[in-house]
């Protein structure tokens, strides 16, 4: 079991960066391929980006491909998402997840997820 906690969204401006960051709660984090989720309003939650465990593999959206970009320090159990040229349609809450099988991951099936953090574009 892990505990995850988000933090690192705010208010920006369009072309903007921010650097998002998750916490595991312990050496368990080490077990869990880690993933960045974003839910907008009125739309479903889907996966941004996703590394797995060593920190050696990753998959991006489309949408983000090239604009964010997903890493994680295993010494200090955190995973982080580095936004860039950031667009207002990329306004939503962020979720960190992690799931010790990389198929359920980019599925959504998820073991354990974070509470959100929230990022809003204005333009």
């Known amino acids: 079991q892990v505990q995850l906690e988000e933090s690192g969204g705010g208010l920006v401006q369009t072309g903007d960066s921010l650097r998002l960051a998750c916490e595991g709660s312990?050496?368990?984090?080490?077990?869990?391929?880690m993933g960045w989720f974003r839910q907008a309003p009125g739309k479903e939650r889907k996966l941004v980006a996703a590394?797995?465990?060593?920190?050696?593999?990753?998959q991006y959206d489309p949408s983000v491909n090239g604009r964010f970009f997903i890493s994680r320090d295993n010494d200090k159990y955190i995973v982080y998402l580095r936004l860039n040229s950031l667009e207002p349609e990329d306004t939503a809450l962020y979720y960190c997840?992690?799931?010790?099988?990389?198929?359920?991951?980019?599925?959504?099936?998820?073991?354990?997820w974070g509470h959100g953090t929230q990022v809003t574009v204005t333009s």
């Open positions: 590394i797995d465990w060593s920190g050696t593999g990753t």
């Open positions: 312990g050496p368990q984090f080490l077990d869990y391929n």
């Open positions: 997840a992690a799931d010790d099988n990389w198929g359920q991951l980019i599925a959504g099936q998820i073991d354990y």
